[in-house]
């Protein structure tokens, strides 16, 4: 598909802004199963220091046990490798607070740039990208750790190859095992030929052989305008991402789309709403592995900020839990 000029762009988005404004009521979030499965998402909390800084804090993810919090932080930081590098920061407990983030060091941080961390569910792969190094602008990378308790553990990263990556940018990767199929998938943003919009969303299926099949477009994710950051729920049941699409209160906002089970497509994304949503920009969501939490980064939200970009924290209850 040929995409589209600047002028049809600003055509579709006139369009689509009349549509959600005359429409589509703004939405509260939803779930995935009908009764409601979670309540709405709360008011979020900055995290505040040793975590976030006077610099910008980019790309949150939080582990599955809840006790490490990847992110990435550029070369004002003291400490990095140059360009931007990942980071982690840890806790004892749930309870604890966060400790002072560490480099991951020179193993998966380069003099280019490193960015937008996700583990595996195992906690013993690291996805990431990097720029400059593969088949051009970012690639995805992934890392292997024998112990899924040790952040500084990773093994030499490995590029995942052509069948996610190419010329254009490939970045920003969700990794998803479907327990219904054993299929694993690894969802991501790309700007190459052949989308909808800027930035759109894609998959590939992890094949027999271990390698990553060609990459297909994920339709009902994507607009002519830019999506980006895919975050999907353990269950496969959920996806967040950010995106500047028409409903927006401000450049981009956090969106979530639900499917009744992992082969049916994805619903029609869904914004947050103005209780997680601003007039600053909401990026780059994490949702924790009990999906009660969601962790995100946003610029100039209204409030008590330390840095430019911080990390901020929203929680959901889960409802009609069973006896």
Do not use: C
Not at 23 to 35: E, K
Not at 71 to 79: E, M, Y
Not at 287 to 298: I, M
């Amino acid at each position: 598909m040929e995409k589209p000029t600047w002028e049809t762009a600003a055509a579709l988005r006139l369009t689509y802004f009349v549509l959600a404004v005359t429409l589509i009521p703004l939405a509260s979030p939803i779930s995935a199963q009908d009764p409601q499965e979670f309540s709405d998402w709360s008011a979020p909390v900055n995290l505040g220091p040793p975590v976030n800084t006077i610099f910008a804090e980019i790309a949150p993810f939080i582990s599955k046990d809840g006790l490490s919090l990847y992110h990435v932080r550029n070369t004002a930081a003291a400490g990095g490798f140059g360009g931007s590098d990942i980071w982690v920061s840890r806790r004892v407990s749930m309870n604890d607070p966060w400790a002072v983030p560490q480099n991951l060091g020179p193993t998966i941080n380069t003099s280019a740039n490193e960015s937008s961390p996700s583990l595996s569910v195992d906690g013993h792969w690291l996805y990431f990208a990097r720029d400059g190094q593969g088949f051009g602008g970012n690639d995805v990378y992934v890392s292997r750790r024998h112990n899924k308790r040790d952040d500084f553990g990773w093994r030499p990263p490995v590029n995942l190859g052509s069948g996610i990556n190419t010329a254009a940018n490939e970045l920003q990767p969700a990794h998803f095992e479907d327990d219904a199929t054993g299929t694993t998938i690894v969802y991501f943003t790309s700007d190459r030929l052949g989308g909808i919009g800027g930035e759109d969303i894609y998959a590939s299926v992890l094949l027999p052989d271990e390698t990553f099949g060609t990459a297909v477009l994920v339709e009902e994710l994507s607009t002519p305008f830019t999506d980006r950051q895919p975050a999907i729920r353990r269950d496969g049941l959920e996806m967040f991402l950010a995106s500047d699409r028409p409903g927006t209160f401000g450049g981009f906002d956090l969106w979530v789309s639900t499917r009744a089970t992992t082969s049916a497509p994805w619903s029609n994304p869904v914004n947050l709403g103005f209780i997680v949503n601003t007039a600053a920009s909401e990026v780059r969501p994490s949702v924790s592995f009990n999906a009660t939490e969601l962790y995100f980064q946003s610029s100039h939200r209204p409030g008590v900020g330390v840095g430019s970009q911080d990390f901020y924290r929203t929680t959901r209850s889960k409802l009609n839990e069973p006896d």
